[in-house]
């Protein structure tokens, strides 16, 4: 079993920072990609950024220029630096996690979420 742990969240101005992390734990044989989603209140949970163990990045077009992913593999732990932030970036930010555990089964795993709130 794959545990991910998010912090960082919190309450910011608009035009504000915040960093996200997530660290993952368990019986762990591979990451293969982590990523963040953002849940708004009331709509689904979308898509926010992904990276790849090799480092490949993959963006929503809402966040791109503002918002940045990075992992520490050696740390098993992915961040999300969101910068220019805005009120409609406010909502639950969960970290997800893919790859095989030592028994060469898959997983994939969310954290509990953390929450982030922007004023304007």
């Known amino acids: 079993q794959v545990h991910l742990v998010e912090s960082g969240g919190g309450l910011v101005q608009a035009g504000g920072s915040l960093r996200l992390s997530c660290a993952a734990s368990?019986?762990?044989?591979?990451?293969?990609?982590m990523g963040w989603y953002h849940q708004a209140p009331g709509m689904q949970r979308e898509l926010v950024a992904t990276?790849?163990?090799?480092?490949?990045?993959n963006y929503a077009d809402s966040v791109k220029g503002r918002f940045t992913i990075s992992r520490d593999n050696a740390k098993n732990t992915v961040y999300l630096q969101m910068n220019g932030l805005k009120p409609e970036d406010t909502g639950v930010y969960y970290c997800?996690?893919?790859?095989?555990?030592?028994?060469?089964?898959?997983?994939?795993?969310w954290g509990q979420g953390t929450q982030v709130t922007v004023s304007s």
């Open positions: 990276i790849t163990n090799g480092g490949r990045t």
């Open positions: 368990g019986s762990i044989f591979s990451i293969d990609a």
């Open positions: 997800t996690a893919e790859g095989t555990v030592y028994s060469k089964s898959p997983y994939h795993s």
